[in-house]
Structures are given as C-alpha cells and as structure tokens.
C-alpha cells in the first residue's frame, strides 16, 4: 500500500535477487528494489527465497527501507543519514555576467544555469567562447568555439 502525502511505502514478498546493500522483492504489487544502505544492510543477511516485509520512501528507481520485518518475526530498524545540505552560494546570473566581462569577454546571450555554474556565450578577441562560471564567480574554464 502506498500513502501519496508521505511517499510510504509497504511491500511483503520474496527476496529474488540480492545486490550488495539492495535486493529484489517479488510480491503482491509486482518487483521492486529495495534499498538497505551499506549501514542498514550491515548486520543483515537476506538470500534469495527469504519472505520479508518491509516499509519505506518510495524513490524513482528503489524503496529505501526504513523497517525491515524478516521470516522469523524479527524486525530491524534502519536509519538514513540526513540528506547533506550544499553550502553553494546563492545562483546569480548577474554576477557570472560581471566575472566574465571582468575577465574581458563580451557576453553575447543569456546564461545558461547548470547545477554548479552557469555557461555564458561569450567573445574575446573576435573569438567565440562558452565560459563556465562557478556560483561564486569565479571562471572555470572558457572553451572557444569553431569559426
């Protein structure tokens, strides 16, 4: 069963496959993986043919479990490490825009945001460029393009 507003989920079946930290669990809704972490599948022996239950966050590709019932009634607790938090500082095309016209370039076009910088179309000398600049402002790298 699936509750929407927490992304729980809840699955009861039998262990097909084992990878590592993470198995496969055939049962009433079908396959899914299942996802122990390297900590939580630590004292954790599954084989294939277990019977299990489990709860946990449904993910696009895995259920994280955080409760994990086993075929003797025993049920193990496992706790994920909270997400880390990135310390970037704040995204601001404007000062990518000054750091590259700093740096003597000619922007020529909108910055385009990526996850740790921004690439600017650019000029300097009467050659094209993209150059990458870091949240920060600080220029990557500049790649000239083809004539």
Do not use: N, Q
């Amino acid at each position: 069963m699936t509750d929407t507003r927490t992304d729980s989920h809840e699955a009861a079946g039998t262990v097909w496959a084992v990878f590592g930290h993470r198995f496969a669990l055939d049962g009433a809704g079908g396959r899914i993986l299942a996802d122990l972490g390297p900590k939580g599948a630590a004292d954790i022996t599954l084989a294939v043919g277990d019977r299990v239950a489990l709860r946990g966050t449904k993910k696009p590709c895995a259920i994280k479990v955080t409760r994990l019932t086993l075929a003797d009634g025993s049920t193990r607790t496992i706790d994920w490490p909270e997400k880390e938090k990135h310390a970037h500082p704040p995204a601001d095309p404007a000062r990518a825009i000054r750091a590259a016209e700093a740096a003597g370039y000619t922007v020529a076009g909108v910055p385009e945001r990526k996850p740790k910088h921004f690439e600017l179309p650019a000029a300097k000398d009467g050659v094209r460029h993209t150059v990458h600049v870091a949240l920060d402002g600080t220029i990557r790298k500049a790649v000239a393009l083809a004539a």
